[in-house]
């Protein structure tokens, strides 16, 4: 995908320009911001395809910033803190957040886990069949929509990219091991249980249609139509 802007939110501008020139190097447009204010100011007058956000910045944290974000965007997001803890990761995710990278971090692997977030959200859907529609639900998957009952429904990049992941193996039992792995990569260093975070928080956003993602209980999820 060419032309993908990105947004890197860290008060520390050494890290933004360290990221920033890894990213640079890889044909990718940087946009910077020192807190989250100014980062929503970005976000409202440049169209940006991915954002680096830290969690521990002044005027505006990582956590406020990515409520604000997930309001009115569904760009994904990648959540940088200091902080190694499972529980922090699992409430980045739950906030919205698309991955999470501890600092310090390797830019290299960082880059890396880019690039397979932007062909994951932004590539591969473009490669699938568009427009499935069930009962009361429609899911556009080239264009990223999903509509319950005729409204649409925001859905983050990762709820969308796990909903799809589900059709495409419908009626098929998959482990919560094979959803992570796919959905957050094999180098994917948090908790399994963002997995069940993740799937809660979408049958909520698929309101009465939720029904479609069944619990089998001691392996792990389905979608059965």
């Given at each position: 995908?060419?032309?993908?802007?990105?947004?890197?939110?860290?008060?520390?501008?050494?890290?933004?320009?360290?990221?920033?020139?890894?990213?640079?190097?890889?044909?990718?447009?940087?946009?910077?911001?020192?807190?989250?204010?100014?980062?929503?100011?970005?976000?409202?007058?440049?169209?940006?395809?991915?954002?680096?956000?830290?969690?521990?910045?002044?005027?505006?944290?990582?956590?406020?910033?990515?409520?604000?974000?997930?309001?009115?965007?569904?760009?994904?997001?990648?959540?940088?803190?200091?902080?190694?803890?499972?529980?922090?990761?699992?409430?980045?995710?739950?906030?919205?957040?698309?991955?999470?990278?501890?600092?310090?971090?390797?830019?290299?692997?960082?880059?890396?886990?880019?690039?397979?977030?932007?062909?994951?959200?932004?590539?591969?859907?473009?490669?699938?069949?568009?427009?499935?529609?069930?009962?009361?639900?429609?899911?556009?998957?080239?264009?990223?929509?999903?509509?319950?009952?005729?409204?649409?429904?925001?859905?983050?990049?990762?709820?969308?990219?796990?909903?799809v992941y589900f059709l495409d193996n419908k009626n098929i039992v998959l482990s919560r091991e094979q959803i992570l792995t796919k959905i957050w990569g094999y180098d994917f260093e948090g908790d399994i249980r963002v997995v069940d975070t993740t799937i809660k928080r979408l049958r909520e956003k698929l309101k009465h249609m939720?029904?479609?993602?069944?619990?089998?209980?001691?392996?792990?999820?389905?979608?059965?139509?």
């Amino acid at each position: 995908m060419n032309n993908v802007n990105i947004l890197l939110v860290d008060d520390e501008e050494n890290i933004r320009n360290l990221l920033g020139a890894y990213l640079k190097k890889e044909g990718y447009n940087i946009f910077h911001s020192e807190n989250g204010v100014k980062a929503l100011e970005v976000l409202n007058r440049e169209s940006i395809q991915l954002i680096i956000l830290d969690i521990m910045m002044p005027v505006m944290d990582g956590f406020e910033t990515l409520k604000h974000i997930r309001n009115k965007w569904d760009i994904p997001v990648i959540m940088l803190s200091a902080k190694a803890e499972d529980e922090d990761k699992l409430f980045a995710l739950g906030f919205g957040a698309d991955n999470y990278e501890t600092k310090p971090f390797s830019p290299k692997v960082l880059v890396a886990k880019i690039k397979a977030l932007i062909k994951r959200i932004y590539v591969e859907p473009q490669e699938k069949e568009s427009g499935i529609t069930i009962e009361d639900l429609y899911i556009d998957a080239e264009g990223h929509r999903v509509t319950v009952s005729g409204e649409d429904i925001n859905l983050s990049p990762t709820e969308f990219s796990l909903f799809v992941y589900f059709l495409d193996n419908k009626n098929i039992v998959l482990s919560r091991e094979q959803i992570l792995t796919k959905i957050w990569g094999y180098d994917f260093e948090g908790d399994i249980r963002v997995v069940d975070t993740t799937i809660k928080r979408l049958r909520e956003k698929l309101k009465h249609m939720n029904k479609l993602i069944v619990t089998v209980r001691g392996f792990g999820y389905k979608v059965e139509v």
